[in-house]
Every structure is written in structure tokens, then in C-alpha cells.
């Protein structure tokens, strides 16, 4: 595409990003400083986000991976549970590295692909509530990539859930290997809350 070039819209498609620009940049380059500005501020426009403080509980956290069948609903890949991923490090730490401070370099990159997080599907920045019918699980590395966009601006679609009878994010795994070795899950805070929490959450399923 040359900076003459015009991209058409109105298809009821969410017009490209780059293309957006490139129509900017060849109004600009026509001397049509207050187009340029138009067709950012409808197609582009600047959104001012704000920084999430909402800390979820870990049941808060559970609820929503097991609704969602720990499948990320803007892949639809699988994901898995925090404490599993977090046991896999302790367990093979060579092969499967965790940094306490998420250091990339000494971090396995499934931390940040299969760990599975709450985002709002409609962001708290743009207006959407903050509970549960507007909470959706993903990767962290999707959450942070989706930020405060909505899914039309990002030309993603939302997944349906899983079914946790199916696919469990390796809750049971979880649970079960721990369960044979408390002294594992003694030794280890972070491991011991999301224990009792999955216990906690497994008994409200039950």
C-alpha cells in the first residue's frame, strides 16, 4: 500500500490499524491536517486507560477457571492451573523454571502463556463492571496484549467456555499429587494457598 492509496470502510469490519494510519498519513501528506485528525479520532481514537487495581481472591480466580473450563475464551487454548504450573517448577526446576520475581530470562514462557488470569471482557476503563458476568479467563500474556481495547478494536472473538469435566487445567493432578506429599505443600506458602483454595472451590462443585 503507497501513502496514496485509500482504504475503503463501512464493511462493518473494524478498519486495520495500520491502514488507519496510512489514511492519516495520506491526508496529511494532501495538506488535510483536520482530516487526518477525523479519521484517527473515529477509526484510532486515543484511550486513556486507567491502572487496574482489583486484586482478586484465589476462590474469586477458581470460580471463574472452572466456569470457564481453564480454556483461555480469547484462543480457546487450554490453560492451566496457577498452583500446577507453580509445582511443575518445583518439581523440575531445570526443565521447568520459575524466577520468584518473573524474571523472563529464568522463566519457562508458559507463565506467561498458559497461566491463567481474569480480564474484563468489557474493560472497567471503557465502562464495564467489575463482576462476574464481565469476568472472562485468559493468559496472561492475552490479558496484557488486550489491555484496555474491546474485542471489535482488536479483531478478536470471545470463545465459548470449556467444561471442566473435560479439560480441569490440571486442578486434579494438582490436588492429588500434593495430597500424597504434604510435606511439599507445607514447604511452600504460595503452593499451601492455592491448595485449600482449589480444595475449597472442588467442594463447592461437589
Known sequence: MTSGDVVATGSGQPPKKADVLARASAALGN???????????????????????????????????????????????RLIHPGALRLLSVVLPNEFPAHPNWKMT?????????????????????????????????????????????LPELGWTLHPPGDAQHWDGLSGWFTDYLTDRPDLAASSAYLGR?????????????
Open 194 to 206: 492455592w491448595l485449600r483454595a482449589t480444595r475449597a472451590v472442588q467442594a463447592e462443585r461437589a
Open 106 to 150: 529464568e522463566t519457562h514462557f508458559a507463565f506467561w502463556e498458559l497461566f491463567p488470569t481474569i480480564d474484563h471482557l468489557d474493560p472497567v476503563a471503557r465502562g464495564g463492571a467489575d463482576e462476574a458476568s464481565n469476568w472472562v479467563t485468559t493468559s496472561m500474556l492475552r490479558n496484557s496484549a488486550k489491555a484496555h481495547w474491546t
Open 31 to 77: 495538506g488535510d491536517d483536520n482530516a487526518a485528525k477525523a479519521i484517527i479520532e473515529t477509526d484510532y481514537p486515543h484511550v486513556v486507560g486507567t491502572v487496574a487495581q482489583r486484586r482478586y481472591t484465589l476462590p474469586e480466580m477458581l470460580r471463574t477457571f472452572y466456569r470457564d473450563g481453564f480454556l483461555d475464551r480469547y484462543s480457546g487454548d
